[in-house]
């Protein structure tokens, strides 16, 4: 079957960094994406990646390994706004996309 | 402004009664996507539409029905045959060229007392 992992729930403090993981076992592999979700909100695109690295993008990044089906979101200096869910999406090689169950991630001040 | 609507943001429902949930893009969009989501697990595909007068089964398409008679509009009925109506219901679209990124609407709650 396909299946996304994600932690249910972080918490971090504000100004400081986050990693949030995401690990996948699809059949294939066209994309990862990260979506940003507040509390009632619609997800908001933050990143994609396709091929193996780091993808930087002002306060957050994103990496991808593809032989390890891993990947994880960065959040460099925290604001309370960034508290929201973090949703990590694979695309299959029917260009489906698999979606993860959202990390939660709670900012502290 | 180009976006997505969906109306309502809320909505109640006696069980057994069909209802209609709402979405309109003013993006030029070709293809649109319904998806379910409920706590502690990801979106689900309903449906999804890349033109007008067709669309395609998602994972998920038992108990609903969706029409596409206009590019800017793909309603989705949640039929009395859905057994667990009550969720969270995100309308997206994309170009056909770039299926890959997705505009989201705010969503519909859908609450089936």
């Known amino acids: ?109 | 402004d180009g976006g997505i609507t969906q109306s309502p943001k809320y909505l109640f429902r006696k069980e057994g009664q069909n209802v209609t949930l709402s979405c309109e893009q003013n993006l030029n969009h070709d293809a649109m996507y319904w998806y379910r989501q409920d706590p502690g697990q990801g979106l689900r595909l309903i449906y999804y539409s890349q033109i007008v007068n067709d669309f395609q089964k998602g994972d998920i398409a038992e108990g609903y029905s969706v029409s596409r008679e206009k590019k800017e509009s793909f309603p989705l009925t949640v039929t009395s045959a859905q057994k667990n109506p009550t969720a969270f219901y995100l309308c997206a679209s994309s170009t056909l060229a770039d299926t890959d990124t997705q505009y989201f609407g705010p969503g519909t709650r859908l609450t089936v007392l």
């Open chain 1, 1 to 109: 079957g396909q299946n996304i992992d994600q932690p249910t729930e972080m918490t971090a403090t504000e100004g400081a960094i986050v990693q949030i993981n995401c690990t996948y076992q699809t059949s294939g592999f066209n994309g990862l994406f990260w979506y940003q979700q507040h509390a009632g909100e619609a997800p908001t695109f933050l990143s994609y990646n396709v091929l193996d690295g780091l993808e930087e993008k002002g306060r957050f990044s994103s990496f991808l390994s593809r032989s390890k089906g891993y990947s994880y979101l960065l959040l460099k200096e925290l604001q309370m706004k960034d508290s929201a869910s973090y949703l990590c999406a694979v695309k299959d090689s029917n260009y489906q996309l698999i979606w993860g169950a959202g990390t939660k991630l709670i900012i502290k001040p």
